[in-house]
């Protein structure tokens, strides 16, 4: 159905207001999976920042000879152009790198007009690769963070199996799993509490201070907490609720900034 932009009342018709009548240019330093790190350090201090290997802006800068045997790339300026490379030595770089290529001569905005990503310098970002005690990569918490009149709910988005059989649930703040679906099914088994939750929403509290709504990425491994990304439109604010009445109950919780 058609959003109603003049009086916006929904989840998604809020994000796409945010994305339509916004301009904020903290937006796009923040969705900048570069330029973010200076400004997370300044909130919340470089610990909680993933060590950086690397930022380049082509692909011929990269000595591949330098970087260890596992890594992650990072394009600067997308969602989802991401590359985990966990032995390099079993990397086909020639193909890889016509892969970053067209990365960097992509425009992410194109694909579905999330207008912070328009402004974003084309750049990829080599960091460690963050593997939990199984050696797997692990766990990343979802918290979103939306601002009312006068308190800011805190939800977590818990994704299973993303790359195989996606499943996606969502908590409370007292770990009670929550009724309704975002996209994609719930799993139907147990997830633990992170054991670092309290520090995590602490995090994510600071992080999306002075937005209408922001959604932190974080992970945890054993007793550290580390920053992933922000997200300002979940599913580029399309993604359909199951129950349809929970898209108008979360955008209940958004105040929106009056536009002058």
């Known amino acids: ?3 109603r932009l003049s009086d916006p009342r929904t989840f998604n018709e809020k994000m796409l207001w945010l994305n339509l009548r916004t301009r904020d240019p903290r937006r796009v330093v923040c969705a900048d999976k570069f330029a973010v790190r200076d400004w997370v350090a300044e909130r919340i201090g470089d610990d909680y920042l993933v060590p950086l290997l690397g930022a380049y802006d082509t692909t011929a ?3 591949l000879d330098a970087l260890p045997d596992a890594f992650v790339v ?3 300026h997308a969602s989802g152009w991401n590359l985990i490379v966990r032995d390099k030595r079993e990397l086909d770089w020639e193909r890889t790198r016509r892969k970053l290529d067209r990365w960097l001569a992509g425009n992410y905005y194109h694909q579905y007009r999330e207008r912070h990503y328009r402004e974003i310098q084309p750049r990829l970002v080599v960091e460690q690769l963050l593997l939990d005690e199984h050696g797997d990569i692990p766990e990343d918490y979802k918290l979103l963070c939306m601002a009312g009149a006068d308190v800011t709910t805190i939800l977590v988005q818990v994704d299973v ?3 195989e059989n996606h499943r996606r649930n969502f908590f409370d703040l007292d770990w ?3 009724p309704f679906e ?3 099914p719930p799993f139907e088994g147990s997830i633990g509490r ?3 939750l309290e520090e995590m929403v602490d995090v994510a ?3 999306a201070e002075g937005f209408p709504f922001v959604r932190v990425d974080l992970y945890g491994i054993g007793e550290r907490v580390y920053f992933g990304e922000l997200t300002f439109t979940p599913e580029a604010a399309n993604g359909r609720f199951r129950p349809e009445e929970w898209d108008l109950g979360l955008g209940e919780l958004i105040e929106l900034p009056v536009r002058r």
């Open 1 to 3: 159905r058609a959003p």
């Open 205 to 207: 509290r600071r992080l």
């Open 61 to 63: 800068d990269i000595r």
């Open 182 to 184: 975002l996209e994609y």
């Open 74 to 76: 990072k394009a600067t």
């Open 161 to 163: 199996d993303r790359f």
């Open 194 to 196: 992170p054991e670092r």
């Open 176 to 178: 009670e799993r929550l």
